[in-house]
């Protein structure tokens, strides 16, 4: 079936500093892939997409690629800030034709000042 | 933000007590989805909808049944609580083509 693995955090990083939070997957045909955040508290919600080998996502400074050769998502941020502290998921969706979505377990970010 | 309210928000309950946790939406989307957070395993889904009366499972739907009577209702039940079933629930919405899903606020159930 499908799924994804994600890196183990917690990660904490200075702020300014790089990120990068690796994302694997396992799936059937070819799915959308995507990033969420959750903010303590908080639900998740979508940070960024992509929906096709090699195409990007972007927003809020944050990057992925779709690599469909290395079955690979990664996350990154040239410069991440104190409030870029969250949980961030690596998902999939669309495999085999069914409307639903696999998450990976979560990474946590913790940037200090 | 997208019109999902969940409720109740906070609920402590007893083994062996049925529960119901209700997700509510405003925006006529076609997909509903409930999931459980649990530490460690991220968000697992238990079902979807993607119609009214039309669910399926997900990958943890044992011990849970759901209900999609009118467009903006899902319900979820879990016919005998166990302890194992405590977590926070997160419904969640989603148009045609799962551009984008929508987030409620979650349910935190703790059983006892």
């Known amino acids: 079936g499908d799924s994804v693995t994600q890196m183990e955090g917690p990660v904490t990083l200075s702020e300014e500093a790089f990120l990068t939070i690796n994302c694997t997957y396992t799936a059937t045909g070819y799915p959308s892939l995507f990033w969420y955040v959750q903010y303590p508290g908080e639900g998740l919600q979508l940070l960024l997409k992509a929906t096709k080998a090699d195409d990007k996502g972007s927003n809020k400074g944050f990057e992925a690629t779709y690599r469909k050769e290395t079955t690979s998502f990664h996350l990154e941020k040239g410069s991440v800030q104190v409030s870029d502290s969250a949980v961030y998921f690596c998902?999939?969706?669309?495999?085999?034709?069914?409307?639903?979505?696999?998450f990976g377990t979560g990474t946590k970010l913790q940037v200090i000042p | 933000d997208a019109g999902i309210t969940q409720s109740p928000r906070h609920k402590v309950t007893e083994t062996g007590t049925p529960v119901t946790l209700r997700c509510h939406q405003t925006e006529n989307h076609r997909y509903m989805y409930w999931y459980r957070q649990d530490p460690g395993h991220g968000l697992r889904l238990i079902h979807y909808?993607?119609?009214?009366?039309?669910?399926d499972k997900g990958e943890v739907s044992d011990g849970y049944s759901v209900s999609r009577s009118k467009t903006e209702d899902f319900l979820l039940t879990l016919e005998s609580a166990t302890s194992s079933q405590t977590s926070v629930y997160f419904c969640?919405?989603?148009?045609?083509?799962?551009?984008?899903?929508?987030f409620g606020s979650g349910t935190q159930l703790s059983v006892l």
């Open positions: 909808s993607y119609g009214v009366k039309d669910t």
């Open positions: 998902a999939l969706g669309g495999s085999g034709g069914y409307q639903k979505v696999t």
């Open positions: 969640a919405i989603s148009p045609e083509g799962l551009e984008k899903l929508f």
